[in-house]
């Protein structure tokens, strides 16, 4: 089991990249009176066959030349279930990818969430091409980062110059 979400945030967010996606969108929900946490990530990438998103879940199947496994996916799918939570994957060819997966909140085995605000912060810097849309809810007060938007306040400024980066931690500091 990975020891931090977002772990597996950062490995579908790595796979979305590899399937060419321009557009990602994360959502995380968290629910202490509903005991719950879930995680979604939409992406617009190239996309998988019925047969290949199947193929996905499961560890002897990778789809990386010369790796023989593919431990992301199928890690997260045994989490969520382990967890007391559920998973999803759904793709289209040419459309992108959803993987959706919940927890029981209060689990014993569930991992912490892990640093949410360096996720998202090395996400956007490092992919500067790809727009990323966050959607972090707590108990029912959201806070939504869209890089988009930002990009076109910022103009010719790349967003990951490092006064924007400066900036943006500063942002996710207070809003998270």
Request: proline content about 4%; hydrophobic content about 40%; glycine content about 6%.
């Amino acid at each position: 089991m990975v020891n931090e979400i977002c772990v597996h945030i950062m490995d579908i967010v790595a796979n979305s990249l590899t399937a060419e996606a321009k557009n990602i969108c994360i959502f995380i929900t968290r629910d202490n009176k509903k005991n719950f946490l879930s995680m979604k990530i939409v992406d617009d990438g190239k996309g998988m066959s019925e047969e290949m998103a199947k193929k996905v879940v499961d560890p002897f199947f990778s789809t990386k030349t010369g790796k023989k496994t593919g431990l992301g996916v199928p890690l997260l799918k045994g989490t969520a279930e382990h967890c007391g939570g559920n998973f999803y994957l759904k793709s289209k060819v040419r459309k992108g990818t959803e993987i959706y997966s919940s927890f029981v909140l209060n689990h014993p085995d569930l991992p912490l969430l892990g640093n949410i605000k360096e996720t998202i912060l090395v996400s956007v810097i490092s992919n500067p091409e790809v727009d990323f849309k966050f959607h972090y809810t707590i108990n029912g007060n959201r806070f939504i980062l869209d890089t988009k938007e930002i990009k076109a306040q910022l103009g010719d400024v790349p967003i990951n110059h490092p006064e924007i980066i400066k900036f943006l931690r500063i942002y996710l500091d207070e809003n998270l």
